[in-house]
């Protein structure tokens, strides 16, 4: 397909979201650093469900799930979906928590700062914006690599154009304006997913695709060979579930895009149902479509790396092309993924923003700054951070996005164990937090490195991040004297002024 | 190893499950937005 098409789809939908960032702002303009990076705290749940939902639905949910089922057959989806949705069990009950406790709470750093410390909340705020950057690398390497398979224009523009656009429209309207073109996204997704789905199966068989995967199972000559491609329970699945929990934890609890979203809804009530809504009920199908449909359906084709895939993160691709050949379905599926790289970059930059405007910039650059100038240097904070993970994508071509979400668990996963508690647990120390978090880093990676098999070391070390800082905060805290009273939480004033 | 009946209900399933998320937050979200678009 003529890479004309590409150009214009990044024309279109750059004029399309720049231009919703224009009028929310001028319809709805920013009154302060609360209206900025929690959207005045007023915006209904349905709104945020929409925008919880697409946030979550990265690239990598598309993609990545498709390889999942590629790599561990039907299990693969259906790990891909529990795994990632065990986080949201945890965040969903911890933010209603922090809104009763600390309801004045932006940032969740502002939270740590206050329970254990301003060093605490330092080593917070790095994994912080680890997560985050890491997070639209993923995204830019996901667009780049589609744009690039379905359209043949250069990778590097295809990764660098749709971080460009959000970095434009998140930085022009703050976080309404991410939620509002965030809405505008869900539609175009969930549109494309209720016609292309059926499509593909119909199209295909839901027979043929049976009988295709028999043959993976039961024939060693087929490529993909796999015998339990066709288990609910295989144990390459099973592992692959467990460690999308650890992955997803660090990614959901250690995103400050995710906090915003729950700050910026309007009661607590609309908040549990805006976020059991957007994941359990809209996301959690999706993984399973993208795996077993995606996934499972080039398995049967007999097609694999190597074999009609230069990599696995092809799948999703494939199969549209099959289905669509060259016409409207490509340009379809192209839209999907943008927009799902869009979304959760976007969620991402606006917690990126949030972190720099409403805890960073008076704290360590200018005490007696105005909110205008706490809101300017978010600005520009937010342009710096899209520039450099564009120049760091465009030298990420070709990598396998599975793998990169696989290692992101070790690298964050470490410090939820002490976050967790700090909510919950008054004996919980800052000295617990810092040992917990370095212990389960250094384990992770050390499994990583060092245990030759390719096949386990990745389970290995994302288990060791997540179970060893556990472990950890558990017995330091049994073991402690120290005691936090949580009454300083309710009487927490921020810098900037918040809308009750 | 599933059948090829439990392999259609997980796939179709699949797709009403979305399907019925997709209802659940763009019926409230089109009022919504055409509220907050119109009212100010």
Known sequence: ?500 | MISEGTLSVILWGAYVWFCLGVVLIAVPAVKELLGLIFKR
Request: with cysteine.
């Open chain 1, 1 to 500: 397909m003529g890479n004309y098409y590409g150009y214009v789809i990044l024309a279109v939908f750059a004029v399309i979201f720049i231009g919703i960032s224009f009028v929310v702002s001028k319809k709805f303009p920013i009154e302060g650093v609360d209206d900025f990076v929690a959207a005045g705290r007023g915006i209904p749940s349905s709104l945020v469900a929409a925008s919880v939902m697409v946030s979550w639905v990265w690239t990598t949910t598309i993609m990545g799930a498709a390889e999942a089922g590629m790599s561990f057959g039907i299990s693969g989806g259906i790990s891909y979906a529990w795994g990632n949705s065990v986080p949201f069990f945890i965040l969903i009950p911890l933010v209603l928590h922090l809104r009763k406790k600390m309801p004045k709470c932006t940032t969740f750093t502002e939270f740590i700062e206050q329970r254990y410390g301003r060093s605490v909340s330092q080593m917070f705020f790095i994994f912080g914006m680890g997560v985050i950057i890491y997070v639209l690398i993923a995204q830019c390497v996901g667009i780049g690599t589609v744009f690039n398979s379905m359209f043949g224009i250069p990778y590097e523009i295809g990764a660098a154009v749709p971080i460009a656009i959000v970095t434009i429209y998140i930085s022009k309207a703050g976080l309404r304006g991410s939620i509002f073109n965030d809405v505008i996204q869900f539609f175009i997704i969930s549109v494309i997913m209720v016609v292309s789905v059926p499509l593909i199966l119909k199209t295909l068989g839901v027979e043929n695709i049976y009988n295709g995967l028999v043959d993976v199972a039961t024939n060693p000559n087929n490529i993909n060979y796999n015998p339990e491609v066709l288990s609910l329970g295989s144990a390459g699945g099973l592992r692959y579930g467990f460690a999308a929990i650890v992955v997803a934890s660090g990614q959901v609890l250690l995103d400050q895009g995710y906090y915003s979203k729950a700050i910026a809804t309007a009661s607590s009530k609309s908040l549990l149902k805006a976020y059991i809504i957007g994941t359990v009920v809209a996301w959690m199908p999706i993984p399973i479509i993208c795996g077993g449909v995606f996934g499972c359906s080039v398995l049967s084709l007999g097609v694999g790396e190597g074999a009609g895939l230069s990599v696995t993160s092809e799948a999703a691709p494939y199969i549209m092309k099959l289905i669509y050949g060259g016409g409207l379905g490509s340009i379809m599926f192209v839209l999907m993924v943008f927009m799902a790289g869009m979304t959760t970059g976007g969620g991402c930059l606006s917690g990126a923003q949030a972190l720099f405007t409403a805890d960073f910039y008076k704290k360590y650059i200018n005490k007696t700054a105005s909110e205008e100038q706490q809101m300017r240097f978010g600005r520009k904070i937010t342009f710096i951070v899209g520039i450099g993970v564009i120049i760091v994508s465009i030298f990420l071509k070709g990598k396998s996005l599975l793998m990169m979400d696989i290692f992101s668990g070790i690298l964050f996963a470490a410090p939820t164990s002490s976050l967790i508690a700090g909510m919950y647990c008054k004996k919980t120390s800052s000295g617990v937090a810092v040992v917990s978090t370095i212990c389960g880093l250094a384990a992770g990676l050390l499994a990583y490195f060092l245990i030759p098999n390719d096949d386990l070391n990745w389970f290995v070390g994302n288990v060791l991040a997540l179970l060893l800082p556990a472990v950890i905060v558990i017995i330091g805290s049994a073991v402690s004297k120290y005691e936090f009273d949580f009454d300083k939480l309710a009487k927490y004033e921020p810098d900037h002024a918040v809308n009750d």
